[in-house]
């Protein structure tokens, strides 16, 4: 996923359709684009864990490993928005490098501690199933070098033969 100002969704016709994954009561949107990309949405994250949208999405932005892109949805009432998203895997390297101790509220200390430990397997669970053959393989702390998941397109494994 590239960054950009989300015209190519709107210029294919396709409206893409938020889907919501519930998260131990939190609501937590996402989208697939026409590629099959999973997307989520950043700023209902960060008002999930009562952080600043803007300063946070300002922070991101500037990650060289942040894949940072707005997409064209529709809310209820048919109107045009644009939603600000990332996939999955930025979306835990920023949860990861949230300082848990730098926030003093400790309710909202737990939720972020919560958030960094289980969302992105909530969410890859969610779309790819627990049985995925990538699930297994990220579970497994991705152990077996030159083996990959034959479900996942080739295109994404770029990224994760950087990390072996």
Not at 131 to 156: C, F, H, I, K, Y
């Amino acid at each position: 996923m590239s960054e950009h100002d989300g015209n190519s969704d709107r210029q294919s016709g396709r409206d893409l359709k938020i889907e919501v994954v519930d998260f131990h009561g939190d609501v937590i949107e996402t989208l697939r684009d026409d590629d099959g990309e999973v997307l989520v949405s950043f700023r209902k994250v960060c008002e999930n864990l009562g952080l600043a949208f803007q300063r946070q999405y300002r922070k991101l932005r500037t990650r060289s490993w942040a894949c940072v892109a707005q997409k064209a949805t529709r809310d209820a009432l048919g109107r045009e928005q644009m939603m600000e998203c990332v996939t999955l895997d930025p979306l835990a390297m920023w949860l990861a490098n949230l300082n848990e101790n730098k926030i003093p509220d400790l309710d909202v200390r737990a939720k972020v501690i919560r958030y960094q430990k289980d969302a992105a397997r909530v969410l890859r669970d969610h779309f790819f199933g627990q049985d995925s053959e990538l699930g297994r393989w990220l579970l497994n702390g991705m152990s077996t070098v030159g083996q990959r998941p034959a479900v996942v397109p080739a295109r994404r494994w770029e990224n994760y033969s950087e990390m072996r």
